[in-house]
């Protein structure tokens, strides 16, 4: 069922019904395979610089790749381009990416659960530009941790970097953009844009803003405007213009953005928490580890044998 939206009356400030799609994509930014670097997370980041850079529309790229993350959360890197090279026809390629999004994304907004579902039969190639130095630099930039001032830095480790912070961002707005009436073009160039600063700007957290004090807000413009340069004129005005909703929530993608803002922050070191908290009860009883097979009860009997767990 989809969420409601402010508009229909609902007075909650954002859609719980997306929580566990929400989380479960948070994992996007630690699954990464033999022979590509990064997680997918960061590569779908610069995927998506690459293709504004080439030419594509905003809101076309925004479904693109929500849509393509949506089929990754539980596929993984089988995607289509692993599907092909497999041998598979596009046909039965389709089939499978789609039998991924129907898996997660039962709570999103049926209109825009069709639009991603659609794209990921009807998809071509990406336009395709050289990624810019700022998205490339923003893969190799770590994100603080947390940081509080006149306190000590938690370092949980690994950390995420900048690019994967922004993709994910991006995707959320994206699959909440409907919750709000927001414009998912808009909140998606934002989301990707918002930490331009941080491609030059080391990130010391809200310690190191307070501590740049009175300098903070031109450290910030200046090291944005260098990443900006990078950009054509058509693009440079594009996201620029997105980037108006960053500073307030008085938008409907103003409020898209920071509600997807505030739940990757929050995720990001909830998924440290929940490892720490794992047990053996979930991981051989709800996860079945050791699940249903010609040799289960073999297993089980080695198991008992070793004591384990």
Not at 28 to 35: E, H, N, P, Y
Not at 168 to 178: D, N, R
Not at 244 to 257: K, M, S, Y
Not at 283 to 295: F, Q, R, S, W, Y
């Amino acid at each position: 069922m989809a969420p409601a939206s402010p508009a229909a009356g609902s007075p909650a400030a954002a859609p719980a019904p997306l929580r566990a799609l929400l989380v479960e994509l948070n994992d996007l930014k630690r699954v990464r395979s033999a022979g590509r670097r990064g997680s997918i997370a960061e590569r779908l980041f610069l995927q998506g610089w690459s293709a504004l850079v080439g030419g594509a529309d905003p809101e076309d790229l925004a479904l693109d790749i929500t849509a393509t993350a949506l089929a990754a959360a539980r596929l993984g890197d089988i995607d289509a381009a692993f599907l092909a090279a497999a041998g598979l026809s596009p046909d039965e390629a389709v089939g499978v990416l789609q039998a991924g999004f129907d898996d997660v994304a039962g709570n999103i907004d049926p209109g825009l659960a069709r639009r991603l579902r659609d794209r990921l039969a009807s998809r071509g190639e990406r336009p395709a530009g050289p990624v810019p130095g700022f998205a490339a630099m923003q893969a190799e930039q770590p994100r603080a941790g947390v940081t509080c001032p006149g306190r000590p830095r938690i370092v949980l480790e690994p950390p995420e970097n900048h690019a994967e912070h922004c993709l994910m961002v991006a995707v959320y707005g994206v699959v909440l953009s409907p919750f709000y009436g927001a414009d998912p073009g808009t909140v998606f160039v934002a989301a990707m844009a918002h930490h331009l600063h941080n491609a030059l700007m080391p990130d010391a957290g809200f310690t190191g803003e307070m501590l740049l004090g009175p300098h903070l807000d031109a450290v910030i413009a200046r090291t944005a405007a260098m990443a900006l340069a990078e950009l054509e004129p058509g693009l440079r005005a594009t996201v620029e213009s997105a980037r108006r909703i960053l500073p307030d929530d008085a938008t409907a993608e103003g409020r898209a953005f920071h509600a997807a803002d505030v739940v990757d922050r929050v995720l990001q070191i909830a998924q440290h928490l929940r490892a720490a908290s794992l047990t053996m009860d979930t991981v051989l009883g709800e996860m079945a580890l050791v699940h249903d097979g010609p040799v289960k009860g073999f297993h089980d009997r080695v198991l008992a044998a070793m004591h384990l767990p």
